[in-house]
């Protein structure tokens, strides 16, 4: 361990020596300059073009260091001779490569809390606040509710359900785990796609009831739109849905907010919302994860800033492995062919996806796609920037998912290059 503490400090002192956080420098200048040009579109919109621009900048010198600064170490040392005087020394080639990646690991996190520390004063500075992204907490299970009260589950499995019975038919959502309710209420945000039953009448809005109960046997309470709501806005304890598909997820403009009064929730955190509807031409499209959801406290931006930083770490931490097996055995100009190659194939899988829906593919070409999506790391799987610019906060649960799906990649790239790196002759 004290080997691979001294490599890992060795590597951030060379990263230092070569200028790798001049790169962290330019990005906050292009942020600085990014916030004095966003002044052609609407605030909303310039707020999501700034949080975008700042993930984007953070992704783009993190990804590039990444791929850069490991294998670059690792060739040095093997063409210029250093790896005898190392593996000389008590250090095993294990600890010597877990050492390079950490000393990488390290250096590119505290850029990561310094551009977010840049990226939040720019945004402060552009807009006079900050945006305050929000805590979601979606349904654990749903089920249909008929007009005469019939209750049938729904599979967990299933995303989306379709409202097309008569007058009373809807949905019941029940939310578990909810924070504790202000007396003003916890808010509650509702969305849904409204299409017509006749293709020939264009329909987009739909009239529906929702309430809420702390249970089955309690009396539920009507929801009643809040009056910082963008839309629903009808009759006391009517709510006009319009339609949202499922691209437009924006806390702010793309749903109905209501408030769940602390009355209509349980000791346990526990709440049954119910959304029926009221008028029988629209179809209404709902789905188990979006439609519904309840909001809270999220935390600021630099924090969420920093928890999607984090997930991109884990994408830095699975490159800079997969480029320090290559480093051990090509030279570095193939070595980052290799590491821009891979994130470029894991950002682009759909494209995969998509022909093995509507391309007529020969059978081994078609398996070669289906294994390349099993092997190949999505790199597209966390959208932490779409999120933040929704108004949707980064949980420490994302992180440790990221963490967790990349890490194992990671785990592999190390030890394969650790077997390569002991069976290369010096």
């Known amino acids: 361990m004290k080997g691979l503490v001294a490599v890992a400090r060795l590597g951030l002192k060379e990263a230092l020596r070569a200028r790798l956080w001049l790169a962290f420098v330019a990005a906050g200048v292009v942020l600085m300059g990014l916030g004095l040009r966003l002044g052609a579109v609407d605030e909303g919109a310039r707020l999501k073009l700034a949080v975008v621009g700042v993930m984007g900048a953070m992704g783009f010198v993190v ?7 490991g294998a670059q170490q690792i060739r040095r040392d093997l063409d210029a001779r250093v790896a005898f005087l190392l593996f000389s020394k008590p250090l095993s080639r294990l600890g010597y490569l877990v050492g390079r990646w950490l000393g990488v690991m390290i250096g590119l996190l505290i850029g990561i809390l310094a551009l977010a520390a840049v990226g939040t004063g720019v945004i402060a500075l552009t807009f006079d606040r900050t945006p305050e992204p929000a805590a979601v907490v ?4 749903w089920e249909r509710v008929s007009a005469l009260g019939e209750r049938t589950p729904i599979a967990t499995d299933a995303q989306r359900q379709s409202l097309t019975g008569p007058v009373g038919d809807g949905i019941r959502w029940t939310l578990t785990n909810l924070p504790s309710a202000s007396p003003e209420g916890i808010p509650l945000l ?5 299409r017509g039953t006749d293709p020939t009448v264009m329909v987009d809005e739909c009239l529906v009831s929702i309430d809420a109960a702390p249970s089955l046997d ?3 309470l009507v929801l009643t739109v809040d009056s ?7 009759l006391p304890g009517q709510v006009l849905l319009r339609h949202r598909d499922v691209n437009r997820d924006d806390h702010r403009q793309d749903f109905v907010r209501l408030l769940i009064p602390p009355a209509a929730v349980a000791p346990d955190g526990t709440c049954l919302i119910r959304l029926t509807r009221l008028d029988a031409r629209p179809l209404v499209v709902l789905t188990k994860d979006t439609s519904v959801m309840v909001t809270g406290d999220g935390g600021g931006l630099y924090v969420n800033l920093v928890r ?10 699975l490159l800079a492995s997969a480029t320090l097996v290559v480093a051990v055995v090509a030279h570095l100009g193939v070595s980052l062919l290799a590491g821009l190659t891979l994130y470029f194939a894991g950002s682009l899988l759909w494209t995969l996806q998509e022909a093995l829906i509507y391309e007529r593919l020969s ?3 078609r398996r070669l796609m289906e294994l390349a999506l099993v092997l190949v790391p999505d ?14 906060g980064i949980p420490w649960s994302v992180v440790g998912e990221a963490w967790l799906a990349y890490g194992c990649y990671t785990v592999v790239f190390l030890a394969v290059a650790w077997i390569m790196l002991v069976r290369k002759e010096f």
Do not use: E, N, Q
């Open 190 to 194: 509702v969305k849904a796609m409204v």
């Open 228 to 234: 910082d709501s963008p839309y629903g806005g009808s």
């Open 218 to 220: 309690a009396s539920p």
């Open 308 to 317: 999607g930083g984090l997930v991109l770490l884990a994408v830095a931490g």
């Open 63 to 69: 990804i590039l260091l990444a791929i850069l600064a």
């Open 138 to 141: 979606t349904p654990s299970t």
């Open 363 to 365: 059978a081994p070409v």
């Open 379 to 392: 790199f597209d799987r966390f959208t932490v920037a779409a999120r933040l610019a929704a108004g949707h």
